[in-house]
């Protein structure tokens, strides 16, 4: 099946720096989700996003939905060390079934 | 308190066996998932239902069967016919109306000894 191309595949930073990951596709897509993923659990559902060049925050997490359609973006600001995990990227065009990247793993040192 | 439950957390299963993972929710959703995890690997989808008593092959469902005779409970059995099962698993679901938008359960490792 097909699978989105996230990059970078791992990142490790300092605490207080900023984030920024991205997700691509060869298709288009009508939504954009971001997943967290803590070791051994499941995945935690961060920014939805369903309309080409939208932009939306929460917290110090920012996402946005790429003008093209093809693509998306997720930035973390002032990182703290609970930030540590796999970051998902997952797409949909008008299916109730999702097409997942496969993963960013962050780590954070203090 | 509302939300996806998967048991158990960890299973494990001789080589040649049959396996029930369980997954309830509580969230009054229609559709649920179930997606397989590899190390360092995205998901992949087994199987997918969005109604009772009604389900959909996914990307890798061979080896695998699930049931969905209640609107809350969508089973996976690891037949023996898997021949690599030894994985992490995830259940997941949606609002009828917000189908893309999942909720995922803690998952269920199974490692076939």
């Known amino acids: 099946g097909q699978q989105l191309n996230q990059s970078p595949q791992s990142m490790f930073i300092q605490e207080g720096e900023d984030v920024s990951m991205n997700c691509t596709s060869s298709?288009?897509?009508?939504?954009w989700l971001w997943y967290k993923q803590d070791p051994g659990e499941g995945p935690v559902l961060l920014i939805a996003l369903y309309k080409a060049g939208e932009l939306t925050s929460n917290g110090r997490l920012t996402a946005q939905f790429g003008i093209t359609r093809k693509d998306s973006f997720l930035n973390i600001s002032a990182s703290i060390p609970s930030d540590v995990g796999i970051y998902f990227c997952?797409?949909?065009?008008?299916?109730?079934?999702?097409?997942f990247g496969t993963g960013t793993r962050l780590q954070v040192f203090p | 308190d509302g939300g996806i439950t998967q048991s158990p957390k960890y299973l494990f299963r001789k080589e040649g066996q049959n396996v029930t993972l369980s997954c309830e929710q509580n969230?009054?959703?229609?559709?649920m998932y179930w997606y397989r995890q590899d190390p360092g690997q995205g998901l992949r989808l087994i199987y997918y239902s969005q109604i009772v008593n009604d389900f959909q092959k996914g990307d890798i469902a061979e080896g695998y069967s699930v049931s969905r005779e209640k609107k809350e409970s969508f089973p996976l059995t690891v037949t023996s016919a898997q021949k690599n099962p030894t994985a992490f698993y995830l259940c997941?679901?949606?609002?009828?109306?917000?189908?893309?938008?999942?909720?995922f359960g803690p998952g269920t490792r199974l490692l076939v000894l």
């Open positions: 298709s288009i897509f009508n939504t």
């Open positions: 997941a679901s949606t609002l009828a109306g917000d189908q893309e938008t999942q909720y």
């Open positions: 997952a797409g949909a065009y008008n299916t109730d079934k999702l097409i």
């Open positions: 969230l009054n959703h229609d559709a």
